[in-house]
């Protein structure tokens, strides 16, 4: 499975952006989905996840309210809708995904894309 992560961009504190996560084949062997960010100098943390099949969803409590995760499974394509962005969620953003429960249930994917950057300016 491949994964390409897109929408990233430079964005006013206050503002939106939606990422995207297009799976390069149909993700059959997926449980869930992720969004996951790192800072400059800082560890990759969980963004959210999404359970592919029922839809269920989880977020950070950093982005709760604010970010909401979602599928489409006729485009194999995950969603980030991000709004009311604040400075510190610059970061580079990826998606993976996940092929067992139990990797869904602990955060552990076994599948990365490449990262897209987000900017927020002050």
């Known amino acids: 499975v491949q994964l390409q992560a897109s929408g990233g961009g430079l964005v006013q504190a206050g503002g939106s952006l939606r990422l995207s996560c297009a799976a390069s084949v149909r993700p059959f062997s997926t449980y869930g989905m992720f969004w996951f960010r790192q800072a400059p100098g800082k560890e990759r943390d969980f963004v959210a996840r999404i359970d592919w099949r029922l839809g269920s969803t989880g977020h950070a409590d950093s982005v709760q309210g604010r970010f909401t995760i979602s599928r489409d499974n006729a485009e194999n394509t995950v969603y980030l809708q991000m709004s009311s962005l604040k400075p510190e969620d610059t970061a580079v953003y990826y998606c993976?995904?996940?092929?067992?429960?139990?990797?869904?249930?602990?955060?552990?994917?076994?599948?990365w894309g490449k990262g897209t950057q987000v900017t927020v300016s002050s």
């Open positions: 993976a995904s996940a092929t067992t429960r139990a990797r869904y249930a602990s955060n552990n994917p076994d599948y």
